[in-house]
């Protein structure tokens, strides 16, 4: 069965405070891996989509790694704004699976 | 490009009711999967449907369905409404064609069961 979990799960920075956070996985076969933020009362916006071990990605102060056993999203001199849970899912090769699989997420709070 | 859209956002009902939750995806896109979010489980996942067929299925009792219709909008039903089914349901839509491709959500239905 796929599986995904997030570390910590909580995080405080303070502004500028760079950091990162983890997602391992398992997964027999990996068609994608994602990254959504999620605003409170709001639906997961995408972030970011890996597909191979070595693959990276950013986007502003974001920027998404992935290994064969986990993903890493590295925070670069964080804004308030930034404040959000991250969630991380797979999706799994195998026929027409379209199924996600998530991760509890981190909530991230950033302090000015 | 409008993003997906759910309605009615938000819903009261009591147990034993049931409740219809509506999906509309991004223009051009095929593929609508509905998840569930709670606190204590998370995200996960329900069905997905692609071209009116559903193609794959989560770990849900019968009591929740959907179906899809011509023009991709899609409808989720919950029977028999239980406290448990209290939640955020969620659906994303992509184009379907190609495992691994993006699904965009939309911002969700939020249904409390008394």
């Known amino acids: 069965e796929d599986q995904v979990t997030q570390s910590p799960e909580a995080l405080r920075l303070q502004e500028g405070e760079s950091s990162s956070l983890n997602c391992s996985y398992t997964v027999s076969g990996l068609r994608g891996l994602f990254w959504y933020r999620q605003d409170p009362g709001k639906g997961p916006e995408f972030l970011f989509t890996?597909?191979?071990a070595g693959e990276e990605k950013e986007k502003e102060r974001l920027k998404a790694t992935l290994t064969k056993k986990e993903s890493f999203l590295h925070i670069t001199a964080p804004k308030p704004e930034d404040s959000a849970t991250y969630l991380c899912?797979?999706?799994?090769?195998?026929?027409?699976?379209?199924?996600?699989?998530f991760g509890k997420g981190t909530l991230l709070t950033v302090n000015p | 490009k409008a993003g997906v859209t759910q309605t009615p956002r938000y819903l009261i009902k009591t147990r034993g009711q049931q409740v219809t939750l509506s999906c509309s995806p991004i223009s051009g896109h095929r593929s609508v999967s509905w998840y569930q979010q709670t606190p204590g489980q998370g995200l996960q996942f329900l069905f997905e449907y692609f071209s009116e067929t559903q193609r794959n299925k989560g770990n849900f009792p019968g009591r929740f369905s959907g179906r899809q219709f011509s023009n991709s909008r899609s409808e989720m039903n919950v029977s028999t409404l239980e406290l448990g089914d209290s939640a955020l349901y969620l659906c994303?839509?992509?184009?379907?064609?190609?495992?691994?491709?993006?699904?965009?959500f939309g911002p969700g239905t939020r249904l409390l069961v008394l």
């Open positions: 899912a797979v999706q799994a090769s195998g026929g027409s699976n379209y199924k996600l699989t």
């Open positions: 890996l597909y191979s």
């Open positions: 994303a839509s992509s184009s379907g064609l190609a495992e691994g491709e993006t699904q965009y």
